[in-house]
């Protein structure tokens, strides 16, 4: 019998509720999910890539990714990414110059790739028969990327991010269906239903500050990337 192989688990906090849990590398079988990362179009099917690559690589058991916002879904795949191929990403930048061949690569490590964690909720106050109630919308998480099959302003989706209905002192909290949270969401004026989509799809990715000067032309670029493997 040969000997086990020891995985090393690498500890990693989640920027958004400051949650330690540990990752493990991926091998090269379970590298065969990132072969549809290649279509640029689909993000239901980017994310599912992802989400089943990130349940292996989590150790613990009983740590989910539903309430995870897309942002740190691909914030996780970076840090997967870095401890099972290599801790740099090459990129290659847009640049009129003929010399560059309108290009330029750059190598990345992934240690500076800042990420921030999510956005604080959007609050709408809305009047009740009961008083006055708020409404607690998040950003799109990966429990509601299902929904992104349809336009943006799909009530489904607006409905499907709508996590919490309380009343003032933030009591007496509402145990919603989609079916309800659909309903509400309906009753709503199209002015708040674009002010609530406005933000649930305003996804805050991990990014990296490009300051770079062009050796052939001498231009000096300044750039922030969001889209590093999607």
Not at 39 to 60: A, F, H, R, S, W
Not at 127 to 150: P, Q, S
Request: hydrophobic fraction near 35%.
């Amino acid at each position: 019998m040969i000997p086990k192989i020891k995985i090393p688990y690498h500890p990693i906090v989640i920027p958004d509720n400051n949650k330690t849990i540990h990752i493990k590398p991926y091998t090269i079988e379970i590298e065969k999910y990132l072969a549809g990362l290649d279509n640029k179009e689909d993000l239901i099917t980017q994310m599912n890539i992802i989400g089943e690559l990130l349940k292996y690589c989590i150790v613990e058991d009983d740590f989910g990714l539903d309430d995870l916002s897309i942002g740190t879904i691909i914030w996780l795949f970076t840090k997967c990414y870095e401890i099972s191929v290599k801790d740099t990403i090459e990129v290659t930048l847009k640049h009129e110059c003929i010399e560059s061949n309108n290009g330029i690569n750059l190598s990345i490590k992934i240690k500076d790739i800042v990420y921030d964690g999510d956005f604080e909720p959007l609050l709408i106050d809305v009047d009740t028969e009961e008083g006055k109630y708020y409404l607690e919308f998040r950003c799109i998480r990966y429990k509601n990327i299902a929904y992104l099959k349809d336009e943006s302003s799909n009530i489904e989706l607006v409905a499907s991010c709508l996590e919490r209905m309380y009343d003032e002192s933030g009591n007496n909290e509402v145990e919603l269906t989609l079916e309800d949270k659909v309903t509400i969401v309906s009753s709503l004026p199209m002015s708040i239903i674009h002010k609530i989509g406005d933000k649930i799809q305003d996804i805050r990715k991990p990014k990296y500050e490009v300051d770079y000067t062009c050796p052939h032309c001498g231009k000096h670029i300044k750039e922030t990337l969001t889209d590093f493997f999607i």
